[in-house]
């Protein structure tokens, strides 16, 4: 496309949605297109340092007082009062972990609403990219296309009764707890979603689809590799479109440990997630197992960094490039959201998965049943059972072999290129 258009992304304010449309708009912006950023607050200069233009959104009202919240203590507490709900059922995690998050969310939503319409307004976008879980009804009246993207299990993009629910983590074939699941999801989250309904039809946006809180837009994108991917049970209507992996390529070099990387041991690496490296006595658990073990360690370790103590046989640092190291090792270990479990796969490892809330479940059981890693119990592994998983999968051949083949193939897919493209193409 020879005429330069303008693109307004509006991310979720968490790394994996964020850092999924810095890639695609790096090249929309290789491409001589403006590219503009409504993200969240926080992201202020983030952004702009990449290339981008900046025209950022509150989601709340700010603090009272003068004084900032420190960081670190901020997610300490927070960790701490959450946690033992992530040691729950998936269904039981519906009423005091989904539920309370969708409901931040929604407050989000509506605190930011004329704000957004201000932004479209000063941007005068072509077309509006939103990568979120949650409907914003001034993207979708703008009277441009707006393009709805998925970085995150494909569940939530038309779910169906022949696959599991999303937020379950069930496995293939399991109908009766399927249906179970369903009707607990209805029972603790339908009030919610028919005010939010309610409300975004009356910002002028169309209705809902029953339970859902995220609308499709006039061409939806999902991100997820195709070998893990759900069309084969639940095919999609052509308005949607798979890549296969988007990873990024403006993280730095990283210097490791002599020994890291000549081959004399095994490299794991190892990442919960800003919200699960911040339990620090889960991050312990797992690394005293990993302490005793004939391998090297990278370790991410959050923003409780001065909390965890690695062993000699680790390294790390409170911020890691994943997308520099991933290409490094010969195993993950991680927490399953939707980044680090698409770029594994694009690198071809293997992967432990110790999911912890969200769809970090459905990305654990689709990797395990799928025969691409081990899915266990995040607080419930016994020491023999992490280093058996780690040990086995070390020694796949065979699944390295196939896991080299996969990671070719999505590589050649050129996923960054494919969703450029398709962006490109709804604003001709």
């Not at 994108?221 to 988007?246: K, N, Q």
């Not at 997630?273 to 990278?298: E, F, H, K, Q, Y």
């Not at 370790?299 to 490094?328: C, R």
Request: charged share 25%; net charge negative; proline share 6%.
């Amino acid at each position: 496309m020879s005429q330069k258009k303008t693109f307004l992304f509006m991310p979720e304010s968490a790394y994996g949605p964020t850092n999924n449309c810095i890639g695609i708009g790096h090249r929309l912006l290789a491409r001589g297109h403006r590219v503009v950023f409504a993200a969240e607050a926080s992201w202020a200069g983030k952004l702009e340092a990449l290339g981008f233009e900046e025209d950022l959104v509150d989601l709340a009202a700010p603090p009272e007082g003068d004084e900032e919240q420190d960081a670190g203590q901020f997610w300490k507490d927070y960790i701490r009062d959450i946690s033992p709900e992530f040691r729950k059922t998936t269904a039981e995690q519906l009423e005091t972990v989904t539920k309370p998050i969708w409901e931040a969310l929604i407050d989000g939503a509506k605190y930011c609403e004329p704000q957004l319409k201000e932004i479209i307004a000063r941007v005068q976008p072509d077309v509006i990219i939103e990568d979120n879980v949650l409907l914003f009804p001034a993207l979708t009246t703008a009277g441009v296309p707006f393009v709805r993207v998925v970085s995150c299990n494909p569940l939530e993009a038309s779910p169906s009764d022949t696959i599991a629910p999303v937020f379950s983590g069930l496995g293939e074939g399991d109908t009766v707890a399927w249906a179970e699941f369903r009707e607990e999801y209805r029972r603790t989250h339908g009030e919610l979603w028919n005010s939010y309904d309610e409300w975004a039809q009356a910002q002028g946006a169309a209705p809902l689809p029953e339970l859902e809180f995220a609308a499709d837009g006039d061409l939806n994108i999902y991100v997820y590799p195709e070998a893990l991917d759900y069309v084969d049970a639940r095919p999609l209507d052509p308005t949607w479109h798979r890549v296969d992996s988007s990873v990024r390529q403006t993280e730095a070099a990283v210097e490791l440990p002599a020994g890291f990387t000549d081959g004399s041991r095994p490299l794991v690496y190892f990442s919960l997630g800003s919200l699960g490296s911040a339990d620090v006595t889960l991050m312990r658990s797992v690394i005293a197992v990993l302490a005793t073990m004939p391998i090297n360690v990278i370790v991410s370790k959050g923003p409780l960094h001065d909390e965890i103590e690695l062993a000699d046989n680790m390294w790390g640092a409170e911020f890691l490039p994943q997308t520099t190291l991933l290409p490094l090792a010969d195993l993950v270990i991680t927490h399953g959201g939707n980044n680090t479990v698409t770029e594994a796969m694009h690198f071809g490892k293997p992967m432990v998965l110790l999911p912890l809330f969200w769809d970090q479940y459905d990305n654990a059981q689709r990797v395990h049943e799928r025969g691409f890693g081990r899915r266990l119990s995040t607080y419930g592994f016994t020491p023999e059972e992490l280093s058996g998983a780690i040990t086995e999968l070390l020694a796949d051949t065979e699944l390295r072999e196939r896991l080299r083949g996969i990671s070719a193939t999505i590589r050649e897919r050129d996923g960054l290129n494919r969703a450029a493209d398709l962006i490109e193409g709804a604003a001709a």
